[in-house]
């Protein structure tokens, strides 16, 4: 089925460590999104790419960073890993280009992160 | 600072009731109001949105409320039903339906 593939589905990380986290999408929308939601706060956003070649930081970027490979993909990148990015980490997708009422992100079925 | 507040943030309704789930948004920029519905293990899904420009949408038992001047919105379930058991989360976007901001979310349980 078309949608948004992220792996891995879990990962558990030492404090320092690297990883990235993968996404990928197939239904050639231009922008792509990452969120890590956490218990009573929602979905934050990290960082999102409005389309192919750009990224932008979103509400809370610190430790993390991106990378639009191309049209599909979006990854994310934490390169020290801490307790606090302990979370679970959505990648989202979306074409605004569809308009208004039937707009809206498509959800990848997210990567469940613990750092200790 | 949180731009889009919801409430309650957790809510139990017998089957067949009306689930109501209450958000309040202080950015008037905020041109599109979607909810999604997340179950267990699963990543978000949109369930219902609203323009500014309407006071009320339909479709089948969820309604969204919209209240412009208030700068409030709201979700009503009708006829809950257990399937329903999930979490809600309400959500803005400026014009252009980029960076939607979401609320904390409700987690609602329907008991039989």
């Known amino acids: 089925n078309a949608g948004v593939t992220q792996t891995p589905k879990f990962q558990v990380l030492k404090t320092g460590q690297s990883m990235t986290l993968q996404c990928a999408q197939d239904?050639?929308?231009?922008?792509m999104y990452w969120y890590r939601q956490d218990p009573g706060m929602g979905l934050r956003l990290i960082y999102y790419s409005a389309s192919e070649g750009t990224t932008d930081k979103g509400e809370v970027p610190n430790g993390y960073n991106v990378s639009r490979l191309n049209k599909r993909e979006f990854s994310l990148r934490l390169e020290s890993a801490a307790p606090s990015q302990t979370s679970v980490y959505f990648c989202?997708?979306?074409?605004?280009?569809?308009?208004?009422?039937?707009?809206?992100?498509?959800f990848g079925s997210g990567t469940r992160l613990t750092v200790v | 600072q949180q731009q889009v507040k919801q409430s309650p943030q957790s809510l139990i309704v017998q089957k067949g009731g009306i689930s109501i789930i209450n958000c309040a948004y202080e950015n008037t920029a905020f041109d599109y109001f979607p909810w999604y519905q997340q179950f267990p293990g699963k990543g978000p899904a949109l369930l219902i949105a609203i323009r500014p420009d309407v006071s009320e949408k339909k479709e089948g038992r969820f309604t969204i409320s919209f209240n412009k001047s208030a700068k409030q919105f709201s979700l009503h379930i009708m006829d809950s039903q257990p399937g329903d058991s999930a979490t809600y989360f309400c959500?803005?976007?400026?014009?252009?339906?980029?960076?939607?901001?979401f609320g904390t979310g409700t987690k609602l349980q329907v008991i039989p």
């Open positions: 989202a997708s979306s074409d605004p280009g569809q308009g208004a009422l039937g707009y809206g992100y498509t």
């Open positions: 959500a803005a976007a400026p014009r252009g339906y980029q960076k939607v901001t």
């Open positions: 239904m050639n929308h231009n922008s």
